[in-house]
């Protein structure tokens, strides 16, 4: 089974007229809708509940699970443009989070910044390069987490505004999202039906190899992990790039090629 998370109904409403669902009431307050293969939930916005209504859903479906896709708006420069997101930034946390591309689309990809308070400024551009602003994806994507690993978790966004609210509503999200429900939902489609085999072994046998030479500690080792997946998703050598930095003194200096070493995957 496929879960699809929204904020809004009006963001939803496309999406479940086109797979026919129907509504299967309430579930700790939040709107869920379903057929046999989707289950959509209505989170509401901001972190706090997409973080709960996601756990609350994959606690109850944990078995039946397979994917999980958060669709929805967000604030960007290019406005009605669809992005599948390749990183994201939980501004309040400083957390970073990296979904695996293991299926190839043509999506373009995107960073997303996510944030508890609106956005007040039109600038979509940091040092990484450009980036789409919401309040919901990276709650969304660290809850998942806890379920399922990083390739069955993926954040669908088009740019509804560059940074004023006041112009999304149900109506509008409707009218903006419709044109692409289709090809999001053939990508979504295409992405379940991916082979199941694991994916994981080459990046968990690397992170094995360097978290030592690293000296990582359990909070870096996880980041190295997610570094090499993301890494070996994109056909990038990373060991060629982490062996750029080898030997590895002590941790402090593990924690600078880490850095390093993120920065050159997101150039």
Known sequence: MIALFFAMKGEAEPF?????????????????????????????????????AVTR?????????????????????????????????????????????????????????TSDRYKKDSVFEDEFGPYVYDMEGAAVFAAASNFLSPDKINLIKTVSDSGDPDIVTRDYCIKLLMPSVKYT????????????????????????????KLHCSEYMRNDLKHLIRFAL???????????????????????????????????
Do not use: W
């Open 57 to 113: 859903i994959l606690s109850l479906y944990e078995e039946s699970i397979d994917l999980v896709v958060n669709i929805g708006t967000c604030a960007g420069e290019d406005k009605g443009h669809t992005y599948i997101i390749n990183r994201i930034s939980d501004i309040d946390s400083g957390r970073d989070f990296y979904p695996d591309m293991v299926y190839k689309t043509h999506f373009d990809e995107i960073c997303l910044h």
């Open 233 to 267: 998703s994109s056909d990038i050598d990373i060991k060629r790039i982490i062996d750029s930095y080898l030997p590895v003194k002590d941790r402090v200096e593990g924690k600078k090629v880490l850095e390093d070493v993120r920065q050159s995957l997101l150039q």
């Open 185 to 212: 939902l053939k990508l979504i489609e295409g992405i379940a039906s991916t082979s199941q085999e694991d994916p994981y072994n080459e990046a968990d046998s690397f992170t094995s190899y360097y978290e030592e």
């Open 16 to 52: 479940i007229d086109a797979l026919g669902l129907k509504g299967s009431g309430d579930i700790s307050g939040y709107k869920v809708f379903s057929n046999e293969n989707y289950i959509l939930t209505i989170t509401g916005m901001g972190k706090i509940n997409a973080a709960c």
